[in-house]
């Protein structure tokens, strides 16, 4: 039967429509215009086919019935644009075209685009010219986001939950501090943008309450450059990152290079504090971590004519972020402090990723049918050498003895690859889109403790695990839209996604496994009053499945009084999405929203009175409601200066089902933001960033505020080649995670992290190449729009 249906999803384009033909022969005062671009869009200025005029200035193109937007442009020249409803053939016979004042017979071109880019389901962040990223990484580009907050290790989207990480459109399959170090391997010089993905459409997974996607730069036309960035970061410690990326295009070859190392380190505090009956105990925990990384990346990809293009492309990373650390826990009796447990020991650590992509992209016909095929392979590996000590002290800090002196040895690997067809089929009805991926995730990790009070390591069978975790995804989609005049659009998607998973402990002699069947339906309705009034109501149902580690039920001791487990009995989270933006002029956007989460799941700390310890597990123990109105404005104030406000409303009201002994926290929280550009003259540019959050309440948690004020200097040399960029990030110190509060068993506990939240970054790049695009010497007539349509 899914061999069935998988044949029928990829067969199924094969249809013939009526078509009518459209031709015209390109002019100017001179005489014919060979090799000019004529380029036909539809209501929503989406690409439906493009073709060049030949040597005598004649084109000809096929099209379905419908209402569409015919452009010609040539270089030098004024568009010539007409709209147009095709009900039969067409001639349009000779078209004039009209000279700018500017006559060039070679162009550079340069276009300078908004921080923030909207569309229907996503909004773009332009990090190429953003200061606060220059010679930073992929994690400290989503930081700076607009939207998007990182905290304890998760990718949250503003008002949408926590997100999984897409990179060229691609899923990554790691989650938590997994993710965030694979992030970190990712140079912010090799990025071109991010797109947050509030609502993603049916042709993406349906995992994660959102997606964020890293676009990763691409080689210019018929150019070549390079770039050289190094920076230095400092805050407690320090570390230097040096990058190096190559981008060449000729002719029908698109390479990529780029390569890049990391050394140093970084501080990372924590707090906790449990308050027990018998009086309160608190943690306090100071890591240095290593930086030490190298990491590269490679891209080929080749036109073997008009319609048919292939490529590969493969990311690497070696990384050692050994850390050492010392954990201080303070006991208190009912009054007094009482004693004190030390904890120290130093981390060894080695990970390496590996991921290689294939594609092929044919486009079947003029009508703008494409079919596009994905193979991806992902390789994770992370090793960890633990050797700790616990030692006791009395209130006066004497030492009295050693509780503990252990060695943990701990192993990850992950392997990814998954297969993906996708067909674009454009007909005189609607603009379908369908497709097929199948994705296979093995993983296995172990866990061995020693106890080496003795001098000579000895194997704690207890405490040590062997787990293995297969996950198997299948999944189909298809998708439709149109447009009914120029006023109104609609897409419609549905997803279908079948996932079995088995979890086996060796250790525990114990298997779980799931399977289950779920639809995913999608819906856009876009209302264009006028070019200053646009209106869009969009649905989404999206799920949330556990990370392997949430299913392993071993339990890892992380002190002799404080463990973590997994459970095999998780179930997946759903989330229904719905979503009402209004913007006027492009300026305000008016966006108001409503999540419902069933069977909501997430890390619970319980504590133990009687033993005076904690249990870190994961349960599946909420619904919710959440639900905000918020309000964007952009603005060109000046010719200099460039702005963009965020203010947020957003509430939470949760329900319990019984399987934790808490009470639900429900409130509301404001969320402020403004982002400001300043450009003095054509070399310099200052850049003020601050943002907002105030202390709120969501489910079993009670958060305190966040504040945030970056600042940062950018100032260019050389002809603009060589570019100087100074960075205050979270100048106060008061952007970190603080009063992480929630109450479970009557035992109340309270987080706090920061993870070098306050640093100064100077970083230097020097670009030079050839950028100039000869427009005599051109391969294809629409690569600005088969770009578009990447």
Not at 280 to 303: F, H, N, P, W
Not at 305 to 328: C, H
Not at 464 to 491: C, I, T
Not at 510 to 537: E, H, Q
């Amino acid at each position: 039967m899914k061999r069935t249906i998988l044949l029928l999803t990829i067969i199924f384009p094969c249809f013939v429509y009526s078509q009518s033909t459209i031709n015209g022969t390109v002019n100017n005062k001179e005489g014919v215009v060979p090799f000019a671009n004529v380029v036909l869009t539809d209501t929503l200025n989406k690409l439906i086919t493009g073709v060049t005029t030949d040597e005598s200035g004649k084109f000809s193109m096929n099209a379905p019935k419908g209402s569409y937007r015919l452009n010609i442009r040539f270089v030098g020249y004024k568009d010539w644009v007409k709209d147009m409803d095709i009900k039969g053939d067409v001639s349009l016979g000779n078209i004039q075209l009209e000279k700018n004042v500017k006559d060039l017979t070679e162009v550079v071109v340069k276009s300078k685009k908004p921080l923030v880019e909207y569309q229907a389901d996503r909004f773009v962040f332009n990090v190429e010219d953003n200061l606060a990223v220059s010679g930073g990484n992929a994690l400290s580009t989503i930081n700076v986001t607009p939207g998007v907050v990182l905290q304890n290790n998760a990718i949250n989207i503003l008002g949408k939950g926590t997100a999984r990480v897409m990179v060229d459109g691609r899923m990554v399959e790691l989650t938590g501090s997994a993710l965030t170090g694979y992030l970190n391997s990712i140079s912010a010089s090799d990025i071109k943008s991010i797109e947050v993905i509030t609502n993603p459409p049916a042709k993406y997974d349906a995992a994660g309450e959102g997606l964020i996607n890293i676009v990763l730069k691409k080689a210019k036309i018929n150019a070549w450059q390079n770039a050289t960035t190094v920076s230095y970061d400092k805050n407690k410690y320090g570390y230097l990152t040096l990058r190096d990326n190559f981008f060449y295009s000729k002719n029908k070859l698109r390479l990529t290079a780029s390569a890049g190392g990391v050394t140093g380190a970084r501080q990372h505090t924590s707090s906790l504090d449990m308050y027990f009956a018998k009086g309160l105990q608190r943690l306090d925990g100071d890591e240095k971590g290593r930086m030490d990384e190298v990491s590269g990346r490679a891209t080929v990809d080749y036109d073997f004519s008009n319609k048919i293009s292939a490529g590969i492309q493969y990311q690497g990373s070696v990384g050692k972020p050994d850390r050492s650390y010392r954990n201080l826990v303070s006991v208190f009796n009912a009054k007094d402090l009482d004693s004190y447990i030390l904890t120290h020991g130093d981390i060894d650590e080695r990970k390496v990723s590996h991921s290689v992509n294939g594609h092929f992209i044919a486009s079947l016909d003029t009508l703008g049918r494409k079919l596009s095929f994905d193979i991806d392979y992902f390789r994770y590996d992370n090793d960890v050498n633990n050797n700790f000590r616990g030692e006791d002290y009395t209130s006066a800090f004497i030492y009295k003895g050693v509780n503990l002196d252990a060695r943990n040895i701990s192993n990850q690997k992950l392997d990814n690859i998954s297969v993906k067809v996708d067909m674009e089929h454009p007909t005189h009805f609607a603009n379908f889109s369908y497709g097929v991926k199948y994705s296979v995730i093995n993983t296995n990790s172990g866990v061995e403790y020693y106890d080496v009070s003795s001098g000579t390591p000895v194997l704690d069978p207890n405490q040590s695990n062997l787990y293995d975790y297969k996950e198997r995804n299948q999944a189909y989609y298809v998708s439709g839209a149109k447009s009914f005049n120029k006023k109104w659009s609609l897409r419609l998607g549905l997803r279908l996604e079948n996932t079995s998973t088995e979890g086996v402990s060796h250790t525990l002699n114990r298997t779980n496994k799931n399977d289950y069947t779920k639809l995913f339906p999608t819906f856009y309705l876009g209302y264009k009053a006028n070019k200053n009034n646009n209106f869009i109501f969009n649905y989404g149902r999206r799920i949330t499945r556990p990370d392997f580690y949430s299913l392993n039920p071993f339990r890892i001791y992380i002190s002799n009084t404080s463990y973590s487990e997994g459970n095999p009995f998780l179930q997946p989270s759903f989330t229904d999405k719905l979503d009402f933006t209004y913007s006027l002029k492009d300026k305000f956007r008016t966006n108001v929203f409503l999540n419902i989460v069933t069977d909501g799941f997430g890390v619970v700390f319980k504590g133990d009175e009687a033993k005076q310890s904690q249990i870190i597990t994961r349960e599946n123990y909420y619904k919710e409601y959440f639900y905000g109105i918020g309000e964007i404005y952009t603005e060109d104030i000046t010719s200099w200066w460039q702005s963009r406000n965020t203010l947020y409303a957003l509430a939470s009201n949760s329900e319990f089902d019984g399987r934790i002994n808490a009470t639900p926290q429900n409130g509301w929280q404001i969320y402020v933001a403004t982002n400001n550009t300043f450009s003095i003259g054509d070399n310099t540019k200052l850049q003020l960033d601050y943002s907002y959050s105030s202390p709120f309440k969501k489910g079993l948690y009670e958060i305190g505020y966040r504040s945030k004020l970056d600042f940062s200097v950018g100032q260019t040399f050389m002809d603009k080649k060589l570019k100087l960029t100074l960075l205050m990030n979270d100048i106060f110190n008061s952007a970190f995670l603080r009063d992480y509060t929630s109450i479970v068993n009557g035992v109340k506990q309270v987080y706090n992290e920061n993870v070098s939240s306050r640093f100064f970054r100077i970083s230097l790049s020097y670009n030079f190449g050839n950028e100039k695009i000869r427009v005599s010497k051109r391969d294809f007539g629409n690569e600005e729009e088969k770009d578009r349509t990447k």
